[in-house]
Each structure stands twice: as structure tokens, then as C-alpha cells.
């Protein structure tokens, strides 16, 4: 699985594919968003049945990222567009899964993706980011192996990689406490883009006169939620930077 491909006399593995997509990374999502206008097959026979579940979805992955940075936040940003990490982090949500981040990122990513109500955007989205977030894991296990050895091993054996390990999950929960602030100042900004998106995606199906005649209150419902997630996200910048809120 590591080594990929052959390129002239060396090869390409998926750690130097990984490598190069973390350098690259945050400018994966403006294409991504391209994707949900790709037209094709719909999913379900009325568009607007799309974006419940779709947020749903969503919304689960939010909720995944939120406990993640809430429990126990990792530093593993990058340095230098380089894959970095100052610790090996086993606590919180990475006691039951080695990657909860990109798993809540995944499922964002499909919650939107269902959301655009084509099966042309759910057979290239959703398996391309699988793939950038296997090879992204791939590079960043290569990076923890080298920096911190036999204690990344056992944390390996011990934690799945994409699944999780529901043993002792509510004592994980029961036993640590919840960091709203680092919350807030971390994740402001990541459910004010997906719930934009969607809402956005519900507004461009309403400008057709069946569907606004279908759903005589969906452009104020979706507005109505557009201009409080914009509120929400300008209150909590403005928290942020004048420090009100601090994340530790």
C-alpha cells in the first residue's frame, strides 16, 4: 500500500504523496466546493430532500471535530507547510481512534457532498478525499514513527486508525473536561463555511418557481439560518481577537 507508483528510476510512495498534499492542503476545499454544482444523476427526486440529511451528516462531523479540539487538542497543524507534531497526543477522542479530526472532516465533506443532490459529485468527492486524507495519515504515522518510536508502536496496536474503539468511551468522557473556549477560538470558522455552503445550495434550487411553490418558507427558514451562523461566526472573531475569550 505505501509504495504507489514508479516515476524513472525511483518511486512515489504514499508518504511523498501525503507530504505533498499537507503542503497543500487548505487549498483542496475551494475545489471541493466547486464539486457540489457538478451536475448528474439525482439522489433523491426532489433536491430540497437533500439537505436534511445532508446537514445531518454534517453536523455529526462537527460534532466530532468540536469534541476532539473540546477534549484534548492536537498540535499537528504543520510547520513550514511541513506534516509537525510536538507531542503524541493519546487522550480524549484520539484514545478511541487515531485520526477524530479527519473523520469529522469526512464526514463534513459527505454531508455536503449528499447535500448537492448528485451522484456525479458523491462518486468524485467523497472517494478523492478519502484518498488525500489516507495518504495525509500516512505521512503524519510516518513523521510519529520516526519522532517517537516504540511509544507510537503500542498507541498504534492499541487505537484503530479510521474506526473506533467504543471500550471505556464514556469513562473518556466522564473523566475529562470540556474546553468550550478552546472550542470557540479553535472552530469558529469551520461550521460557518459548511452551513453557508448548504444554505447557499437550498437558496440556488428555490430560484426555481416549482420547488419556491413546494416550499413556500424555505428562503426565509434558510436565510433565517444563513444570517444567524454569519452572526455567530463575526461575534465569535470579534471574541477572539479583542481576547475576551482565550482557548487555554
Known sequence: MVQLLRYGRGQVTL?????????????????????????????????????????????????????????????????NRRVYAEDLVTEGLYAHTRNPMYIGNLLILAGVALASNSWVCLAIAVPLF???????VAAEENFLRAKFGTS???????????????????????????????????????PVGWITGLCALGLIRLQSPDVAAAYPRATTLLYSILIVAVLAWLTARWLKKARIVVAD
Open 15 to 79: 508518504v511523498d504523496v501525503g507530504n505533498a498534499l499537507f503542503r497543500w492542503r487548505n487549498t483542496l476545499f475551494p475545489f471541493a466546493c466547486a464539486l457540489v454544482f457538478l451536475p448528474g444523476p439525482r439522489v433523491f427526486a426532489d433536491p430540497i430532500d437533500a439537505l436534511a440529511p445532508g446537514a445531518a451528516i454534517a453536523f455529526l462531523g462537527q460534532l466530532v471535530r468540536s469534541m476532539t479540539i473540546g477534549l484534548r487538542y492536537i498540535i499537528r497543524g504543520g510547520r
Open 152 to 190: 507510537f508502536d503500542a498507541y498504534r496496536r492499541n487505537v484503530p486508525r479510521w474506526s473506533v474503539r467504543w471500550r471505556d468511551f464514556g469513562k473518556t468522557l466522564g473523566s475529562m473536561e470540556f474546553n468550550w473556549r478552546r472550542v470557540l477560538v479553535k472552530e469558529y470558522g469551520t
Open 130 to 136: 478519502v484518498f488525500v486524507y489516507v495518504a495525509i
